[in-house]
């Protein structure tokens, strides 16, 4: 987002609907070699029977491999060159790539593990990515913001 003076800055998001779902940014994204940060999105929905959750990050350094990972529990703190924003009992997904574009992404089947039996009507699961940055230096990784999805029916 833009502030009033024209300077980037970060802001917090937040989508519900009446069905229970609900979508939030938390967390800031760290710099990374190629730029301002990864920031996690998703698409479809969060209805558990809909069964059309995805997640998505995008101002990755491209060509990196990554994995989806989600748990219980917002944290903030220190972690390889970012920002740790998912805490508790991690749950991890398949390792996928960034594109040529820096865009990863992954289509959750809630209907297999590791999705199965977590994501659940009224469940809330904090959403991050970690991804290799070789040409970052430190740690040689870094991490996306947060996501923080409620799932409904």
């Known amino acids: 987002a833009r502030t009033g003076g024209g300077n980037w800055g970060t802001c917090r998001a937040e989508f519900g609907d009446e069905g229970g779902c609900a979508l939030h940014n938390s967390c800031v994204p760290s710099a990374h070699s ?22 998505f990050t995008s101002g990755n350094p491209n060509l990196q491999n990554g994995i989806f990972f989600m748990g219980p529990n917002e944290s903030n703190s220190a972690f390889g060159n970012g920002r740790l924003c998912v805490s508790g009992a991690l749950t991890r997904y398949p ?32 959403w991050q990515y ?3 940055d070789p040409m970052g230096g430190g740690a040689f990784f870094n991490l996306s913001d947060g996501l923080s999805v409620t799932y409904c029916p």
């Open 95 to 126: 390792v996928v790539q960034s594109d040529a574009f820096g865009v990863a992404f992954y289509n959750v089947d809630n209907s297999v593990p590791p999705a199965l039996g977590k994501i659940v009507n009224g469940a809330t699961w904090k």
């Open 34 to 55: 190629a730029g301002a940060g990864s920031l996690i999105s998703w698409a479809g929905s969060a209805s558990v029977g809909a069964n059309d959750f995805s997640v």
């Open 130 to 132: 970690w991804y290799r």
